[in-house]
């Protein structure tokens, strides 16, 4: 038997491996309610037991994986709290440690420390990451994109050129041409193609496929944040009605200001601007017999476009791309 408010998970382990049963006491030796982290059954799992006050009962587990009954130990009732899942038994020993720290050193009563356990460790888990890597670095390439229209243009035509956002197919559309931006941190210019209709023009309008290449940058890269910020910046500047609408588009996409992001990147390779014609290598929607497309529910594949050489000429617009 040891005493103390933590079990640490190497003695937990040692008898875990052993095949051999231990308990702690985990209140003070005349404390009420009695609180004990047991490795039962032959050393095969692990428990949190504590003693249950005169007519309480045990909580209601809200959780599938967590069992809580009522055994009878040395003449006391208590509560028993284990797992019925035995690869998560690691986890489940922090959990048992957080519950007891509840009861031994805060006071909570059983009901209370279960609970609140568990609701902050939801609140943890279900909360929000923010943009994946793969998101945020096609988010600066998109931003990059913009500001170059808005180099060539003006602030306002770039805001109301990116469509990306709200699920068109394609992410820019200008007077003269719809472009679509793919950014990767691969040493290849390998981008996944999603659909049949992302590299496939609409309209008769021409389609230009933007590659850009990032790679991690140290002290000298751009954070997703800086550049969301610039842009920003630059829009409240020059085109203050455009600022709502901007702010929707992120929002869109996932941008979250509340979740900062510290990963720096620069430009691997200068960015490359390929006309999506006969040229390029892709799959479309005609390369499917007509009978067969409405059965084509979801296409995605990825298309190598290094050591492809753009075209003599390329929109202004799309030319000295740099992240904002």
């Known amino acids: 038997m040891t005493e103390g408010p933590y079990v640490p998970w190497s003695s937990v382990e040692h008898f875990l491996g052993a095949s051999q049963t231990t308990s702690y006491r985990l209140s003070a030796p005349a404390a009420h309610p009695e609180v004990s982290y047991v490795v039962g059954d032959g050393g095969r799992d692990i428990a949190l037991y504590v003693e249950l006050e005169r007519r309480s009962k045990p909580p209601i587990s809200p959780l599938p994986l967590i069992r809580i009954d009522q055994i009878a130990e040395r003449g006391m009732r208590m509560a028993r709290i284990r797992t019925t899942q035995a690869t998560l038994v690691r986890d489940f020993h922090d959990l048992l440690n957080a519950v007891a720290d509840r009861i031994v050193t805060h006071d909570r009563t059983l009901d209370q420390a279960f609970g609140e356990t568990v609701r902050s460790w939801s609140a943890l888990l279900n909360r929000p990451r923010g943009l994946g890597t793969e998101k945020r670095i096609g988010l600066i390439g998109e931003l990059a994109v ?179």
């Open 146 to 324: 913009l500001s170059a229209i808005a180099r060539s243009e003006d602030w306002q035509t770039a805001v109301e050129a990116w469509k990306g956002p709200y699920g068109e197919e394609h992410d820019f559309g200008l007077p003269g041409f719809d472009a679509e931006v793919k950014t990767t941190s691969s040493e290849q210019a390998r981008h996944t193609i999603h659909g049949l209709g992302q590299l496939t023009p609409t309209g008769g309008r021409p389609l230009w496929l933007v590659s850009l290449q990032l790679t991690r940058g140290g002290l000298g890269g751009r954070t997703l944040s800086d550049c969301v910020r610039s842009v920003r910046d630059q829009v409240t500047e020059r085109a203050p009605t455009s600022r709502d609408r901007l702010d929707r588009q992120l929002a869109a996409v996932g941008w979250d200001s509340e979740h900062p992001d510290d990963e720096r990147w620069h430009l691997r390779h200068a960015p490359i601007a390929l006309a999506v014609d006969e040229q390029l290598p892709r799959l479309d929607i005609d390369s499917v017999p007509a009978q067969f497309r409405d059965r084509i529910r979801d296409v995605t594949y990825t298309l190598d476009v290094s050591g492809i050489a753009p075209p003599p000429t390329t929109p202004t617009v799309l030319a000295n791309l740099l992240l904002p």
